[in-house]
C-alpha cells in the first residue's frame, strides 16, 4: 500500500493524543487494581471499581472503555470450577425441616444465616475450611480452618460469627434461622446446644438438592477461585489460615457484590443499618422477620454471590 512521505513523518513524530495517553494510564491503574484484589476482577466488577475510586480526578470511565483496556492487556475475571460433594449426611430423622426452600434473601441483619464447609488441598494434607455468612449482606461474620472434620470446626465458625456481631452491637440473635445442610458437624448436639443458647433455630437443606444450600455454596466457590486456585499451591494449615484472613476482610471490606447493589458486605450494611432497602421489592412475605413454625410459601430463587 502505498502512502504519502507527509503521512508516514506526520505517523512517526507526531506526539501521542489524548486519547492515546489516557488509556495508558487507565491501563496502568486497572493493572494495579487487578493485581492487590487478588487478579479476581473482570470487567463488570473492574467498572465498579475504578469508578467508585478516583484519587486523579479522571472522570467517569465507560464500561466498554475497560473491557477494551483489559482485553488489550490480556486480564480477566476468575473462573470458577465446579467442586466434588465431600458432606457426611446426617439421618434424616436427626434433620430439623427446611425453613428456606431455596429462598435465600433477608431483609435484616441477622435474620438468616448460612454455612458451609470446603476443603484446601496442601502438601502436608487437607485442610477444611467453614464459614459462616448473613445472608443480607453476605457479610463473612464467621469462619474456621481445621487439619480435620470435626465438629468444632463448624461450632468455632458459628461461636466467631455470635461474637463478631455481639461485638458490632448486635447482642440479641434471638429469631436467628441457621441454614446448612445435612452434613454431621451441623447437626451434633453441641452444634445445635449454642444454637439454641442464642434462640436460635436451625434449618437444613434437602438431601441430594444441589440448591439447598446454594449461597455457602456459592461463597465457598468464590474463596475456592479468588484465593485457593489463584494463589497456590499451599504448604499447609498456616499459610491457608493466614491468606484465608486476608481474603475475608478483602470480601467484606473492598469487593463489590452485584447482588447488593455492587457495595461491599460492609458499605451495604452501613447504607441500611436497620435492614431492608427502601426500593427492595417484597417477595412471598420474606420482607417480614422469620417465622419458625408453618409453612411459608416461597420463590425459587437461586442466589448469585457474585
Known amino acids: 500500500m502505498k502512502i504519502a512521505p507527509s503521512t508516514f513523518y506526520a505517523h512517526t513524530t507526531r506526539p501521542p493524543s489524548a486519547c492515546t ?10 493493572i494495579t487494581v487487578h493485581q492487590a484484589n487478588y487478579d479476581a476482577y473482570g470487567a463488570r466488577k473492574m467498572h465498579v471499581v475504578i469508578n467508585r475510586d478516583d484519587p486523579h480526578q479522571r472522570g467517569h470511565v465507560a464500561r466498554c472503555t475497560i473491557e477494551r483496556l483489559m ?3 490480556g486480564l480477566h475475571g476468575i473462573v470458577r470450577a465446579k467442586a466434588p460433594n465431600t458432606t457426611r449426611s446426617a439421618p434424616r430423622e436427626k434433620c430439623p425441616a427446611d425453613l428456606v426452600n431455596r429462598h435465600f434473601a433477608s431483609y435484616w441483619p441477622n435474620r438468616l444465616w448460612v454455612a458451609d464447609i470446603t476443603y484446601v488441598r496442601t502438601f502436608s ?13 453476605q457479610m463473612i461474620v464467621g469462619w474456621q480452618c481445621s487439619r480435620s472434620l470435626y465438629t468444632g470446626l463448624a461450632k468455632d465458625a458459628l461461636t466467631m460469627g455470635i461474637y463478631q456481631r455481639r461485638r ?34 436451625a434449618s437444613v437443606g434437602s438431601k441430594g438438592d ?11 466457590s468464590l474463596y475456592k477461585a479468588e484465593l485457593i486456585r489463584n494463589r497456590g499451591p499451599w504448604t499447609g494449615i498456616d499459610d491457608v489460615e493466614a491468606a484465608t484472613s486476608e481474603w475475608v476482610h478483602w470480601f467484606n471490606t473492598t469487593r463489590p457484590h452485584s447482588s447488593i447493589e455492587y457495595k461491599s458486605p460492609a458499605e451495604f450494611e452501613e447504607a441500611y443499618p436497620h435492614g431492608r432497602a427502601p426500593d427492595t421489592p417484597v417477595v412471598d412475605g420474606a420482607d417480614s ?18
Open 289 to 306: 422477620p422469620v417465622p419458625h413454625t408453618g409453612p411459608r410459601a416461597r420463590t425459587r430463587t437461586v442466589p448469585r454471590a457474585a
Open 125 to 137: 494434607g487437607w485442610v477444611y475450611v467453614a464459614f459462616v455468612t448473613d445472608v443480607f449482606s
Open 21 to 30: 495517553l489516557r488509556d495508558e494510564k487507565l491501563t496502568e491503574e486497572i
Open 168 to 201: 458490632e452491637g448486635w447482642n440479641n440473635l434471638s429469631g436467628l434461622v441457621h441454614h446448612s445442610d445435612r452434613g454431621v458437624q451441623y447437626r451434633a448436639f453441641r452444634y445445635g446446644e449454642a444454637l439454641d443458647d442464642e434462640q436460635a433455630v
Open 71 to 73: 482485553r488489550a492487556a
Open 210 to 220: 444441589p440448591y439447598d444450600n446454594a449461597l455457602a455454596e456459592a461463597v465457598n
